[in-house]
């Protein structure tokens, strides 16, 4: 990179080799989690953030090479910065780049955009999309090189937030000569922490302490080419996950430990994204522990954190981790409400096994559903996690099916009509209505209808109960007693 640097301030050199250089050095600095640096070097071609960059003079392919560029930062600056649209201004741009490269007739060029739109595709959480498009990528990009090996990762990402993590991994092994040999630090990084990403997921009962040692091992070889690529955010991300992994194994102190490392290290970049994941890794510790005032406070400002940054996967998992620690604080409506939101955030972006997730942590976790929210919640999550990968996910849904049929052998009642998995609009004056109607129906069952005695048991004269009943709720009146009108007097 400092080669690269040095060229662009050396001389004064033609447009089109002045873009290619920028985009080249842009790269590497973005590579090392360098975004401002990356933003400043792209700025002859890109004044603002979050714009269109200015194209004049330049011939077609270098104008493809500058939109899909600057398509690229605008994802990695807009997570970092919390911008929410940042997303869609980000596929506009490679979006362009690929209509670019398709005219000049370069399928390569193609190849490489579309895998970079796949992953916008996958911060938007739109998971199957994201798969379509890296894999035709892959089909195309043949040659053993830094391009494919990004592809490689990007859909081993995409694999892993979908649940399938024996494909994750597969995908992974299949292409590790090919990371082997690329000198890219990064990209060597990238692939030894999503392996150990994966391997995580498979742990069983009979491979636990294999497993550990090797996920471990895959970390701190990550941890190892991340330094070499002097990339901050990602070394980070790392020690939050190797935080995971001693919270797994119990070893709480040395998790806090990983986790206030990690935390400096994103603070550093000012990258509030990771920050929040971090927090929300320390707030599952501190749920494991049994602190849960500390882990609610602590999972309620990750989860806030993430509404801003418009990556809605993530945000769907620090909500079920946040309904967690309510559950277990006993506040169990406002646990069932975030459980449902998380649900209809996975669901709205077509992230259907984190919805799956979500209706099965509520199971667990809330033990007085309705049968019928209990029942929908269990078939809801086995649909949506139909192709899913994990031996402890099957292990817990045994334990949510024993709960359902332990639940149904109780019977039904009178409230188990409710069925619905996601937090509906609540009208405010018919909630009103409907309580005002519930209290006075009980108050006549009460006094056998008679209105002057309910009245004096809501603390209302007798002419204003009765306009209320006659006025606003005419299907009372079946229930209190006749209205007796007197003669009048000649």
Known sequence: ???????????????????????????????????????????????????????????????????????????????????????????????ESITLFESLGDPLRVA??????????????????????????????????????????FLSIVEWSASRYSHS????????????????????????????????????????????????????????????????IFRSEVKNNVGNVLRQMHRFKEAHQYLIEARRLASLIKDKAVVAQIDDTRAQVLIDQGRLDEAEAVARSAARRLRKSGHQVLLADRLINHAVALARLGRKEQARFTFQEAIEVAHEIGALNKAGLAALTLIEE????????????????????????????????????????????????????ETSLFNEPIDLADEVLKFERNLISGALAKVNGRVSYAAKLLGIGYQGLAYIIESRHPELLKQRTPVYRRPRKR
Request: net charge positive; glycine share 4%; proline share 3%.
């Open 1 to 95: 990179m400092r080669t690269t640097l040095a060229k662009l301030d050396s001389s004064r050199l033609p447009l089109n080799e002045s873009a290619w250089l920028r985009c080249q050095a842009a790269v590497e600095l973005k590579d090392r989690g360098d975004y401002d640096r990356a933003r400043e070097v792209m700025r002859p071609f890109w004044k603002n953030f979050g714009e269109r960059p200015e194209l004049e003079g330049l011939n077609p392919p270098m104008a493809a090479e500058v939109l899909l560029h600057v398509g690229i930062l605008t994802r990695w600056i807009g997570s970092k910065n919390q911008v929410s649209d940042a997303q869609d201004v980000a596929k506009d741009l490679i979006t």
């Open 112 to 153: 490489a955009a579309r895998a970079e739109l796949g992953f916008c595709y996958w911060w938007a959480g739109a998971l199957d999309e994201a798969r379509i498009m890296l894999t035709e990528a892959l089909q195309k990009l043949t040659i053993e090189g830094n391009t494919r090996a990004n592809a490689l990762i």
């Open 169 to 232: 991994l597969k995908l992974l092994n299949d292409n590790a000569a090919l990371f082997k040999k690329i000198p890219n630090p990064t990209l060597k990084g990238a692939f030894h922490n999503q392996r150990a990403m994966a391997l995580r997921k498979l742990i069983t009962a009979e491979n636990r302490a294999n497993y550990f040692r090797r996920i471990i091992k895959e970390y701190e070889q990550a941890e190892h080419y991340f330094k070499l690529a002097h990339n901050i």
């Open 366 to 417: 809330i033990d007085d559903l309705t049968l019928g929210v209990l029942a929908t919640a269990y078939l809801q999550a086995s649909e949506w996690l139909t192709n899913c990968q994990s031996q402890q996910l099957l292990l817990r849904f045994k334990a949510a099916g024993a709960k359902l049929a332990a639940r149904i052998q109780h019977g039904p009642s009178s409230e188990d009509t």
